[in-house]
């Protein structure tokens, strides 16, 4: 019932101009069309980053093999001293492990500072046998895909809030016109009477 007296109010209210009304309802169409195309675009962009990544994480996991590496020397001690993360930088020491198809490899792994002589730890090796990173999982492949669809959303909203700029600065040019006019005619009878 408020909403409805309210509106009513609007209507009839005696400042009210035409300008105001446009400018209420272009705002209107564009928070509409904004929200409407920021949708359909986070989602289009968002499904289509989530099948490019899904498709190269197919492919790593594929490509890509775990094998356990053996340390052949200490790495260094550990430093008092860490990054910002508080984490201590892993260490490059030389290792030996056995391939996929069989074969012996060699070469320098990251280890953790400390790590002794003996101890086996983890690495992922290509189908060449050359070190490389571990497959994408499927939270990376969720994250990617939403980062590139709330990407998409946003700059739909950012374009919406500038067609809103350009309404508000198309309106107010107009509000000033009318001032202007509304002036010229009314002024020589206000400054009579000063």
């Known amino acids: 019932m408020y909403a409805a007296r309210g509106s009513r109010r ?5 400042l009210r101009r035409k300008v105001d009304v446009l ?5 209107l169409l564009v928070a509409v069309l904004a929200l409407m195309c920021a949708s359909s675009i986070g989602v289009a962009q968002g499904w289509a980053a989530f099948d490019r990544e899904a498709s190269v ?11 356990r590496a053996t340390v ?10 860490t990054d910002e993360s508080g984490r201590s930088p892993r260490v490059p020491v030389p290792a030996r492990w056995v391939t996929p198809t069989g074969g012996e490899g060699t070469g320098k792994v990251l ?12 690495l992922w090796l290509d189908s060449r046998g050359t070190i490389t990173s571990a497959p994408l999982e499927h939270h990376d492949v969720w994250a990617e895909a ?7 959303a946003a700059v739909a909203i950012g374009a919406g809030a500038l067609a809103g700029f ?3 600065m198309a309106c107010n040019r107009r509000r000033a016109t009318l001032w202007e006019s509304e002036w010229s005619r009314v ?6 009477r000063t």
């Open 23 to 27: 400018e209420a309802r272009l705002w």
């Open 187 to 192: 002024e020589p009878e206000w400054s009579r």
């Open 146 to 152: 939403l980062l590139e669809g709330g990407s998409g």
């Open 111 to 122: 280890v953790a500072p400390g790590t002794e002589r003996g101890e086996r730890t983890r």
């Open 10 to 14: 609007w209507r009839t209210h005696p």
């Open 57 to 67: 994480a197919a492919e790593q996991r594929a490509d890509r093999h775990l094998v």
């Open 166 to 168: 350009g309404v508000r």
């Open 72 to 81: 052949l020397r200490d790495a260094t001690s550990p430093s008092p001293w």
